[in-house]
């Protein structure tokens, strides 16, 4: 496209505006971060699925000249220079941003980045990983049950936690409440912590709308400690909110279907044509009478 | 499916006449293809309808697989009736838009448009002069109160309940009545014979994908009807690499992101943002929603904004 | 010459009729351009409309401001015979029949010229199959039918009694021509009753037409009235398209009385007083047009919003100002000014005002369906040039040009084939005359 490559060209010209080749200094307390997974072939998977969405526009396929026309350029992940990067660095100017570099924080999932990490390590032979000292202080280990109590009424939504083992409630463990959507599932309230007796409360938006009786597909999920999630209840709850039933082709309008065309309009429109052309055809009946008189006259 | 008549080929008549096999087909492997008990022979090479273990019907022709999606009167009867219960919205973020135009390609592909026929486009704006300028992606706004539905002789272009404005090929006269009144210039006009025309000659025509395009009628962007049948987001929205856009259903008051797949509120989203629809002084009740671009996350490049290709 | 006996009428008038080795050799002309010009539509027809200089941005061009103007030259009929004819203006008895022959060849070809812009030709069944009434389409196809058939009657009832008398005093003329007199006279003998019944049925079809003829182009304009435009979105095309129908009309048939005057040698039956009436007329009616003119363009001129401002800046001093101002000033102003002196209202001068204000009025409609599209509310961009203004190519032109050529074998063949003078109401008329000055 004739634009796009003026738009390259002009972007290269006065792009630099952007405080261009100072270092990007990564704070030392992020710097040794290391990822909680164990990179392997199915996170390197993941991670190029990831990269071809997000990030191949800007910093092409890592090994081949590739990369934007942008000033500064988007670094190549193959080069010596990226790849002397830590992990942990390469997570905070993935996560931060800068410049024409933009946050993915909000845009993808801490365990999505360490995807993509694993991923372009591969172009490095020489790496080797340095995993994560795993955290299991807020995670919980062994199978969950939950039991739901909710009033919708009053916005709240009340679960409680135990172990299945033991019956033991679960103190701290780390929930989140969606609802189905079609899409996707929306988060319906912060991530909370169960109390000592096991115990969240969650509130509930009182205009979140259900199917057409109310009824809303919930889910609850708890954190594991490697920062993914199970879902642990997975149900439908019955609401007041009915989804909307309006129907907008029940009204007769001018962009509706020919049957649904205002009726004053119909009738304008066929009492036109019947008048006009009933005098019409009435014209051809005093021509016929005119011919028949004639006829007449001459026998 | 029994009785199916493909519209490219009226004169035969063809009857699947047993699909009996569906019942055992959940037990085997995968892969594997049940031939149905029947089939008939047709003049002009061989062709046969397989049910594959997934429950598609495959249709096998001259020795060349390929999936039977339905005919065109299937197509068209389930296309105008719309997906019931819906009511689809989209969003666009301009905060995050950088012109990638990747939605574009991948609407360009599945359209089988030629490079310079858009569904969805992607401008560079500038509203006044010392305002900033920004990219804005534009696909069809899917009015409520559609002009171009309105003026149209044919009921070829139509509004369903899900809210899409749809156009159907088979039915297009070609006036070009529904281009001249959009205010949004959204549509589009076969001016010759379309991208690999010949190739898809013998498809069933999808409505909802309006594919294969035809020569002397109108196309336009659909919103991607034929994906939201299955639950995907539309092709657009699924592309974008830069979470520019948010598309749901405005029943379920909430929009996914393409790019993250993250589900917000919709009217959060709206209210917290100051979203705004395009020249609401017309009337026209546009379904796509745009987020100013403002703290964009990606500047702009400074010029002045009248190159050549930009005819205000 | 007002002495001339009624035989000497009868006999001037009906000296046309028979066909002659001229009208072969034009017809000949006419239809092997005819043909020439088609050969460009079997183009369109295969190839698709890209043959044309029309894109997805400028998507009506020519073809369109093509069948306005057809439509406008058509509202000629209602004017003549009927406004005037029914305010008892006497002049215009020679010019009423040439005014319903160029009504109708213009409205039923301007029928075709608005099929020759379908992507879908072939689909025109379509619009009455599933025809919605909420489209200014289906209201414009059966108005331009309605009105195509009425200006058909309005032809043919009044002429009746002058067919009775070609059948009776041209007995020379081949069979299939007498054949035809013989059965469009029906079987008129004159008598009492048969006159008033004649009479009952003009008067009825030159009420009838008033209206239809109104609608006809008034439902043109709403093709582009309807949409929310900038420079479309006006409230006054109605009558500003029906006030400019009157100019296009009036130059239309300056034309064709100075033409059929010369060839058909009717200087005894339209004479200078015709011409110095009709003159007059177009002055009339431009006034009129003018002040729509005034109103279309002061008053978004005066307001410069956004979006219209670029359309009349490109009018009033960019790409089509040269244009522009050709159309409204030598189209327009300038003829008015000319024509309130008597000296341009003479047979020669006039027909040099009348092509001007003809070419003017099918620029002028040109100018209003091209420029507009030209700046839609979004910016036209990543597209080719090609997508950014309109030029009509050769192929457009050729049947464009085949669209004219219709109407002049339509008119010919019918100006030719009848007396194109109405004979009973010339002979009447004098009648009338004579008896008064002998009162």
Known sequence: MKSSFILIVVISLFGTFVKAQTPWVVPDDKKGLLAPIKFSDDTRKLGLEIYNKTCVSCHGHPGQPDQAKLVPPPADPASKVYQQNLDGELFYKITEGRGLMPSFKKMLKSEEIWNIISYVRTFNKEYVQKVGASDSSSGVKGKVTAKLNYTVKNNKIEVKVIQQINKMPINGAKLSLYAKRNFGWLPLDEIRSSNSLGIITFNYPNDLPGDKDGNVNVKINMANADGTEQTIIDTIIKTEVKRSQYNLLDNRTMWNVRSMAPIWLVLSYCGAVLAAWGVIFYIIWILLRIRKSGSETSN | MEDNKDPKENKRREFLKTLGIIGAAGASGAMALYFGQQFEK??????????????????????????????????????????????????????????????????????????????????????????????????????????????????????????????????????????????????????????????????????????????????????????????????????????????????????????????????????????????????????????????????????????????? | MDEKTKSGIIHDLLKSVKLNNGFYLWMAFLSVSLVFCLTAYYQQLTTGLGVTGLRDYISWGMYISNFVFFVASSLIGMLISSVLGLTGQKWITPITRMAEIIAF?????????????????????????????????????????????????????????????????????????????????????????????????????????????????????????????????????????????????????????????????????????????????????????????????????????????????????????????????????????????????????????????????????YLIVVPTQEHPFLPIQNVPQSYTFYQPTFTEICITLASFILVLIIVSVLAKVFPLIPIQETIDERNNKTESHEE
């Not at chain 3, 008598?191 to 109104?214: C, G, N, T």
């Not at chain 3, 479309?232 to 095309?237: A, E, G, H, M, V």
């Open chain 2, 42 to 312: 047709i003049k002009a090479g061989k062709k046969v309808r397989l049910l594959t273990v997934d429950n598609k019907v495959v249709e096998f022709e001259n020795g060349e697989l390929k999936e039977f999606k339905g005919t065109t009167e299937d197509f068209i009867a389930r296309g105008r009736e719309g997906l019931p219960g819906k009511s689809w919205v989209m969003v666009i973020d301009l905060a995050k838009c950088r012109n990638a135009r990747k939605c574009i390609s991948a609407c360009q592909s599945a359209h089988h448009l030629r490079p310079e026929q858009y569904h969805i486009n992607t401008l560079q704006m500038q509203d006044s002069e010392l305002t900033s300028p920004y990219f804005m992606p534009k696909p069809c706004q899917h009015c409520d109160n559609p002009p171009c539905v309105s003026v149209c002789p044919v009921d070829a272009t139509f509004k369903r309940t899900d809210g899409p404005v749809l156009i159907d090929n088979e039915r297009c006269i070609g006036c070009r009545f529904c281009i001249a009144a959009c205010p949004y210039s959204a549509r589009i006009f076969n001016w010759f014979d379309p991208k690999d025309a010949e190739k898809f000659a013998n498809d069933p025509y999808d409505i909802e994908l309006n594919v294969p395009q035809k020569r002397g009628t109108v196309s336009k962007c659909l919103f991607s009807a034929d994906r939201l049948r299955n639950d995907e987001l539309p092709y657009c929205v699924s592309n974008c690499p830069n979470g520019v856009y948010y598309f749901g259903d405005k029943n379920d008051d909430a929009v996914t992101n393409g790019t993250t797949k993250e589900t917000v509120r919709l009217s959060t989203l709206l209210k917290d943002n100051a979203a705004y629809r395009l020249m609401e002084e017309l009337g026209q009740e546009p379904r796509v929603y745009y987020l100013p671009p403002k703290d964009r996350l990606f500047p702009f490049p400074e010029q002045e904004n009248k190159n050549e290709d930009n005819h205000v």
């Open chain 3, 105 to 365: 060849a213009f409205a039923a070809v301007a029928g075709l010229v608005i099929v020759s812009d379908m992507g879908r030709p072939e689909r025109l069944l379509n619009v009455f199959i599933h025809g919605r009434f909420q489209s200014p389409i289906l209201w414009d196809v059966t108005v331009v039918t309605t009105y195509v058939m009425i200006s058909l009657l309005l032809f043919i009832v009044p002429m009746v009694p002058d067919l009775a008398i070609a059948y009776n005093n041209r007995t020379d003329l081949p069979k299939w021509q007498r054949l035809l007199y013989k059965l469009l006279s029906l079987n008129w003998v004159g008598s009492k009753e048969q006159k008033d019944l004649l009479h009952k049925a003009i008067r009825i079809l030159l009420i009838l037409v008033i209206p239809v003829a109104l609608a006809i182009h008034t439902v043109t304009s709403w093709l582009f009235a309807v949409t929310p435009r900038a420079g479309w979105n006006s409230t006054i095309f109605g009558p500003y398209f029906v006030t400019g129908a009157f100019v296009t009309g009036v130059a239309s048939v300056i034309i064709a009385m100075y033409v059929f005057r010369k060839i058909y040698h009717l200087q005894d039956y339209i004479k200078e007083i015709h011409f110095d009436k009709i003159g007059k007329l177009l002055v009339l009616v431009s006034l009129v047009y003018l002040y729509f003119n005034i109103n279309e363009f002061l008053v978004p001129g005066y307001k410069m919003p956004k979006h219209e401002s670029i359309t009349l800046h490109s009018l009033f001093n960019g790409g089509h100002a040269i244009m522009f101002w050709f159309v409204q000033l030598a189209g327009l102003v300038i003829p008015i000014f000319l024509l309130l002196l008597k000296k341009f209202r003479k047979p020669t001068p006039l027909l040099i005002i009348g092509i001007f204000v003809f070419i003017g009025a099918w620029l002028k409609r």
